[in-house]
C-alpha cells in the first residue's frame, strides 16, 4: 500500500479540439484554442502546446525555488520550456518534445546546471514525462529583462 495521498485535483472541460474552447468547470479561467497558422490553423487562440509550456515551466521553476530554498541557496530563477509538436514516422502521428532553460541571478552555468538537474528530478512534470517525452535541461545566464 502506498503511502500517497492526493494534495490537489484539477479539471479542464475542452469543446472543439484544437480548435475550440477550453475552461475549467468553475468558469475561473478559459481559453480560446487554435491550431497555429503554420500547422494551416487559424492561430487566433492558444494551442495544447502553449498551455503545457505555460505548466512545465511554472511547475519546474517551483521545484527549483523549493530544491534551493531546502538546501539554503537564494536567487531569483527563470525557466523556459520550449515545446515542440514533432511527426512521428512510427504511427503517422505526433509527439512532443521539451527543451527546458534555466537561468538563475548570481549564479554561474555550471552551478545553475547542477540546480536545473536537481529540479528536473523533483519537478512532478519531469517525472510525468520521464520516458515519455525527450527533455533537455540547459543552464543559460540570467537576465533581467525577460
Not at 55 to 79: D, R, T
Not at 87 to 110: Q, R
Not at 117 to 140: Q, R
Request: net charge negative; proline share 4%.
Amino acid at each position: 500500500m502506498s503511502d500517497s495521498k492526493v494534495l490537489y485535483q484539477t479539471t479542464a472541460i475542452n469543446t472543439g479540439g484544437r480548435n475550440g474552447e477550453s475552461h475549467l468547470p468553475d468558469k475561473s479561467f478559459s481559453v480560446r484554442v487554435s491550431t497555429p497558422k503554420k500547422m494551416g490553423g487559424p492561430g487566433q487562440g492558444s494551442n495544447p502546446e502553449q498551455l503545457f509550456a505555460l505548466g512545465y515551466s511554472a511547475c519546474f521553476n517551483s521545484a527549483l525555488e523549493h530544491i534551493m530554498k531546502e538546501e539554503n541557496s537564494s536567487g531569483k530563477s527563470q525557466v523556459t520550456a520550449t515545446i515542440e509538436l514533432i511527426s512521428d514516422p512510427t504511427d503517422n502521428g505526433f509527439k512532443l518534445a521539451a527543451t527546458m532553460e534555466v537561468a538563475i541571478e548570481g549564479k554561474d552555468l555550471a552551478e545553475t546546471k547542477v540546480w536545473a538537474d536537481k529540479a528536473h528530478a523533483f519537478c512532478p512534470y519531469s517525472k510525468a514525462t520521464k520516458g515519455n517525452i525527450a527533455v533537455t535541461v540547459t543552464a543559460v545566464e540570467y537576465k533581467e529583462d525577460l
